[in-house]
């Protein structure tokens, strides 16, 4: 098993940054992708970027956010921040090399969310 825990979520005004870091733990794995998503309340869960050897990010976070990966560790520097990035944040890992790293059905371990809340 792996476990996710994420941090570094809080309040913040429009304009503002934040830095989200995910530590994974357990069961070691080599290849493999990481990635974030978000939920905002009453919205589905969406993918907001990921790291393979590659990066994606979701065409609303592009040029504002930025993924980086330093082994088992995730982080995800937010910048520009809007009300609308307000949502409970989640790292994902996957063990295996996923197809479509933007769906959330490749990943296999979720973190527990931190919140992000952006103020106008």
């Known amino acids: 098993q792996v476990q996710l825990v994420e941090s570094g979520g809080g309040l913040v005004q429009a304009g503002g940054s934040l830095r989200l870091s995910c530590v994974a733990s357990?069961?070691?794995?080599?290849?493999?992708?990481m990635a974030w998503f978000r939920q905002a309340p009453g919205k589905e869960r969406e993918f907001v970027a990921a790291?393979?050897?590659i990066t994606y990010y979701a065409n609303s976070v592009k040029g504002r956010f930025t993924i980086s990966r330093d082994n088992a560790k995730v982080y995800l520097q937010m910048n520009s921040l809007q009300p609308e990035d307000t949502a409970v944040y989640y790292c994902a890992a996957t063990p295996v090399p996923p197809r479509l790293a933007m769906k959330s059905d490749e990943y296999a371990y979720w973190g527990q969310g931190t919140q992000v809340t952006v103020s106008s």
């Open positions: 357990g069961r070691t794995f080599s290849t493999s992708a």
């Open positions: 790291v393979t050897w």
